[in-house]
């Protein structure tokens, strides 16, 4: 793998309380010099896609605790389609899944996955999950047709767990997101199966590749 292969399986995320448009337009830049994806706020979308047209944008649903109504779900994730989202990553019910409650979570994928027709990655929060949860997760999201399963939002304690990407992996492509800082950890998440990296330090890890590696 070399640096530009590396960079097109990052998306180089900002996603906290207080992000401006200025901050999104940092990543956006940071992401069209190094040929990384772009994950932002769902408000940020229309002026992002805008303002880098040619950059992959990810955006975020039901986030971060994934309690929202299905249908309010479903019209974000159709608002973002409209405003230039080029990916979804969606916060699976996780309450319902500590509940046992997989129909209705899968349910709730499916219908944002049919609502629109760009990839949807779900996130399954696996900080808060057990191994057996977190595998009744991923096959709701199976089931449901999503095209990834994400490891975190970074609003939980915990992120990336290479234990949990081995996991996942046995079931869709894997995002994994939460505390990857570096390639050396972004290598231990390839190498246990994930396909993509979200990280708020995706130059720092292009970078660290460049340098050691």
Request: proline share 4%; hydrophobic share 40%.
């Amino acid at each position: 793998m070399n640096d530009a292969e590396l960079a097109a399986k990052i998306d180089h995320t900002v996603l906290g309380p207080e992000t401006t448009l200025a901050d999104v337009e940092e990543v956006l830049d940071a992401a069209a010099e190094y040929g990384m994806n772009a994950c932002i706020p769902p408000c940020y979308v229309a002026e992002a896609d805008e303002y880098a047209p040619e950059t992959t944008l990810a955006t975020v649903i039901g986030f971060p605790h994934g309690q929202n109504a299905t249908s309010a779900k479903r019209e974000e994730a159709v608002i973002a389609y409209e405003d230039g989202a080029d990916e979804i990553d969606m916060v699976a019910n996780i309450g319902r899944l500590k509940a046992g409650d997989t129909e209705t979570v899968r349910a709730d994928i499916e219908e944002v996955v049919a609502a629109v027709p760009i990839p949807v990655k779900v996130i399954i929060e696996t900080a808060l999950l057990t191994d057996d949860e977190k595998r009744a997760a991923c096959e709701a999201a199976e089931r449901a047709d999503a095209a990834f399963v994400k490891t975190s939002t970074g609003f939980a304690d915990g992120g990336a767990e290479v234990p949990d990407v081995e996991l996942m992996s046995e079931y869709l492509p894997v995002k994994a997101s939460g505390g990857v800082g570096n390639y050396e950890q972004a290598k231990a998440m390839f190498d246990a199966g994930a396909e993509r990296i979200g990280a708020s330090s995706g130059v720092e890890i292009v970078e660290d590749f460049r340098r050691n590696y």
